[in-house]
């Protein structure tokens, strides 16, 4: 972001006309409200809820406050079992809250958390699955709840790029016991820092609300529980509240994006495969190369033209130090995917020529390679 000498970035943030967002912050100065659940974090709220076609947004902080306060919510014990394939804030969040994290493998196809996997690793001190809606593609939903009925455990989905993803016309929110959100600048949907935790009930509503807010009880008064400060300030409402306006525009170019990249690149390289029931948010472009030697050689090509690309997800969370003192998990596919896989520029004011231009390096340098190889065969 930001830096002259690159061509391409590999995101960067959308940002809603500056008078757009003027118009919500002078409402704030107008209200002298700066924080503490004020009128534009509940009117994002209500908006959200609207959009997402969802019954409760609790706004955070940002996604990882969203996910520890899900964990709190539920008071989970003991272990969590979640995907070595995301990014690190999954199974940080986890261990910083005091669980122990223990990683399933992923399906090959869609890179997702696999349930089968999950029920290997589920053990007498498991008390909540954590999976990862990975690019926005949903999980095998219909089977991680049936593993969390027969070990009565909790599902904290991990939705941080899930933003819009519909399933069956369904939001794919709704799923589990709550979904944790993230709208970081870095997220298609984005107040520059800001979460939300969805919950499905009012009761679980009303309890997050008074746990971001240090425990304090909005209905009996007093504190009946622990708490933090993971609230959502009213500046950071009154982006989100501007980027709301502009979400609809952002989508559609996005989608352009995508549908372009797939037209040009076709089966020079695989994919993962996206959920059939389930609309596309075109959150990232995320492509698939035989092994790390090929990997490794577009990211080079792509490099030598200032354009960047990112391994994402690199390393596989399993591998991680802290996760591995006394035990190591056996997860093979998301040892072989972190290597395999690259995710492409993907973001509102990328220019065709600019996807043209990547997707001509790729093929090229797929190309090159397999004459090389040819020739040494
Ligand atoms: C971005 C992200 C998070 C963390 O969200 P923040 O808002 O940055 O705290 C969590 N999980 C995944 C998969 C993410 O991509």
Redesign the pocket.
């Known amino acids: 972001m930001g830096d002259a000498n690159i061509a391409i970035p590999l995101n960067e943030p959308y940002l809603p006309a500056f008078k757009k967002y003027e118009k919500y912050l002078e409402k704030m100065y107008a209200n002298k409200w700066l924080t503490n659940g004020g009128p534009l974090l509940q009117e994002f709220a209500l908006r959200l809820q609207d959009y997402l076609d969802v019954p409760y947004v609790v706004l955070t902080s940002?996604?990882?406050a969203a996910?520890q306060l899900a964990y709190r919510l539920y008071n989970l014990q003991g272990n969590v079992v979640t995907t070595p394939f995301?990014?690190i804030?999954?199974c940080n969040s986890a261990d910083w809250v005091g669980l122990k994290v223990k990683f399933a493998d992923i399906d090959p196809d869609n890179l997702n958390i696999s349930p089968a996997a999950i029920e290997k690793s589920i053990d007498e001190n498991t008390t909540a699955i954590v999976p990862?809606h990975t690019y926005g593609n949903p999980c095998d939903v219909k089977n991680i709840k049936k593993l969390a009925d027969k070990y009565k455990l909790k599902i904290i989905y991990?939705a941080?790029?899930a933003f819009g993803i519909k399933r069956h016309k369904r939001s794919i929110l709704n799923q589990g016991h709550a979904s944790a959100i993230?709208?970081?600048a870095t997220?298609l949907f984005h107040c520059i820092?800001g979460?939300a935790l969805i919950v499905n009930n009012r009761e679980d509503y009303q309890r997050a609300q008074n746990m971001i807010n240090f425990g304090i009880d909005a209905q009996k008064g007093g504190i009946s529980y622990t708490g933090f400060n993971g609230k959502m300030s009213e500046a950071h409402a009154a982006m989100g509240l501007a980027m709301l306006d502009d979400i609809d525009k952002v989508l559609e170019k996005r989608l352009e994006h995508y549908h372009l990249y797939k037209q040009l690149l076709g089966d020079a390289v695989a994919y993962p495969i996206w959920d059939k029931s389930s609309t596309q948010n075109a959150g990232y472009f995320p492509v698939l190369f035989e092994d790390k030697k090929q990997r490794d050689s577009v990211y080079e090509a792509l490099s030598r033209k200032n354009i960047q690309s990112r391994a994402y997800f690199s390393p596989s969370l399993n591998s991680l130090n802290h996760f591995t003192k006394n035990q190591s998990f056996d997860c093979p596919v998301s040892e072989i995917m972190v290597d395999r896989v690259l995710c492409l520029p993907l973001f509102y004011v990328l220019k065709p020529t600019g996807i043209k231009q990547i997707c001509t390096i790729i093929k090229s340098t797929l190309q090159s390679q397999s004459l090389r190889l040819k020739e040494a065969i």
């Open positions: 940002n996604g990882t996910l995301s990014f804030a999954t990862v991990d941080a790029h993230s709208f970081h997220k820092e979460g």
